[in-house]
């Protein structure tokens, strides 16, 4: 399939920043030519991008789909009573039906506002249907289900031995990894240290080896996780990881708030990823990640929004606002400008993703991840003279977002979604958590 946009803006996030007013022609699942006045023949659809911006989808690299049905669920608490009194025991209660609809419910609200690929962790059961919504609603993810062999305050439903999670994460990777030609692709996801046992991280270590694909956990995201951690093992999060031979450029570290000088040292070395989820540390009362001084460092940092429950939205616009005020009080107005934020929710994302080649930019030869946004309106204006991705980062909102190309096609097309029944998962949501509410009264 040929798509035309024609006559745009074309924000590029290119090695030289361009911003192209012109032609973009999408074949297929590729963008195949940038420039102005492309003629080009046999265009299945032609978009008229007059007035519009054209950006590269949004990459979270931080997000649980299974916990989208739990939003309001969780208000106001830190993040390990959050854990104990509420999450725990509402992924306890999933179903098969309930982790579809949860995980339908949070893509349809990335798709929206203009993300297009995500890394996500889902919960201990009932992944498959995770994977089947990820695979209908057209989604870029790499995936997995959290493994959890060990921990205080668990509920019995969601402890696993160690043998039955490394088998069905095995058995997800084997039927999922690389499905649609690697739109999706699967990662070992333990949860954090403290639900996991020595013997499950180094095997998790050893099978990431194997097949070669990513491990996304948490990490010192709050004091008293960081405490629990030093008490059990003997040492501090980062430090533990690197000593089991974990950390390396395979590794995604959502949160890493709380780092002294060595454990920062280890992640620039071994070439660890990080997820920073602002939104999620604020109102959790986690804490306020040094970013500008992870950024200094070199080291490669993302974004994501984490949970529902923890947020309480999904939305790319929030978290590149947050990262980039929350840092000015403390640095002076001139640290974490729009474009460095803008970068870290585009092609920073990619890199964490290990697909730079592929996506986070919009060139020649890239994949079709393609967001378009109508910035005509109040909050936008005026336009003339205007940093074109400071509109986006300080004054634009995923209301804006018009159209979605995820693989070369189009999921979402003037705010209707084509691969999600927007009217049914909203309704199946409802029926859904009314039933896990129940469960949950029951325990």
């Known amino acids: 399939m040929k798509i035309l946009i024609k006559n745009a803006e074309i924000i590029t996030m290119n090695r030289e920043n361009e911003v192209i007013h012109g032609d973009l022609l999408i074949a297929n699942d590729r963008i195949v030519k940038i420039g102005k006045n492309i003629q080009a023949t046999e265009v299945d659809k032609m978009i008229d991008g007059s007035g519009k911006t054209v950006i590269p989808g949004f990459v979270q690299t931080h997000i649980h789909l299974c916990q989208s049905l739990f939003r309001g669920q969780a208000d106001d608490l830190e993040l390990l009573d959050w854990l104990k009194e509420k999450i725990w025991p509402l992924e306890a209660s999933h179903d098969q039906e309930s982790v579809y609809y949860s995980a339908l419910l949070g893509i349809g609200e990335l798709i929206q506002s203009g993300t297009t690929s995500i890394i996500d962790m889902e919960t201990v059961h009932h992944t498959d249907a995770a994977f089947q919504a990820m695979a209908k609603s057209g989604i870029r993810v790499i995936s997995g289900k959290v493994m959890m062999d060990n921990g205080q305050g668990v509920p019995h439903q969601l402890l696993e031995t160690t043998n039955d999670s490394i088998q069905q994460s095995v058995d997800l990777l084997e039927k999922w990894h690389n499905f649609d030609n690697g739109r999706i692709q699967y990662a070992f996801c333990p949860r954090f240290v403290v639900s996991c046992t020595e013997t499950l991280l180094t095997q998790v270590r050893d099978l990431s080896d194997y097949y070669n694909v990513k491990v996304h956990t948490h990490a010192s995201e709050n004091l008293d996780e960081i405490a629990m951690v030093e008490q059990e093992r003997g040492m501090r999060n980062i430090v533990y990881l690197d000593h089991l031979g974990l950390a390396s450029p395979k590794l995604i570290l959502a949160h890493c708030v709380w780092l002294n000088e060595e454990e920062k040292k280890i992640i620039k070395d071994r070439g660890i990823k990080v997820s920073h989820c602002p939104a999620s540390n604020l109102k959790l009362a986690s804490g306020i990640a040094e970013v500008p001084d992870l950024l200094k460092r070199e080291i490669p940092l993302s974004l994501g929004a984490d949970g529902a429950p923890c947020n309480n939205n999904l939305d790319m616009f929030n978290e590149m606002r947050l990262a980039s005020i929350i840092q000015k009080n403390i640095h002076g107005p001139t640290v974490m400008?729009?474009?460095?934020?803008?970068?870290?929710?585009?092609?920073?994302?990619?890199?964490?993703?290990?697909?730079?080649?592929?996506?986070?930019?919009?060139?020649?030869?890239?994949?079709?991840?393609?967001?378009?946004?109508?910035?005509?309106?109040?909050?936008?204006?005026?336009?003339?003279?205007?940093?074109?991705?400071?509109?986006?980062?300080?004054?634009?909102?995923?209301?804006?977002?018009?159209?979605?190309?995820?693989?070369?096609?189009?999921?979402?097309?003037?705010?209707?979604?084509?691969?999600?029944?927007?009217?049914s998962v909203l309704h199946e949501s409802d029926q859904s958590i009314k039933r896990l509410l129940k469960r949950v009264a029951d325990f």
């Open 337 to 423: 400008n729009a474009e460095t934020v803008f970068r870290m929710a585009t092609i920073g994302g990619a890199e964490a993703m290990g697909l730079e080649g592929e996506i986070g930019s919009l060139e020649e030869g890239k994949k079709a991840d393609i967001v378009i946004m109508n910035l005509n309106d109040f909050h936008c204006y005026p336009s003339f003279g205007v940093n074109p991705i400071s509109r986006i980062v300080y004054s634009a909102t995923r209301a804006d977002v018009e159209t979605t190309i995820i693989n070369g096609k189009i999921v979402m097309e003037n705010r209707f979604m084509k691969t999600i029944d927007k009217n």
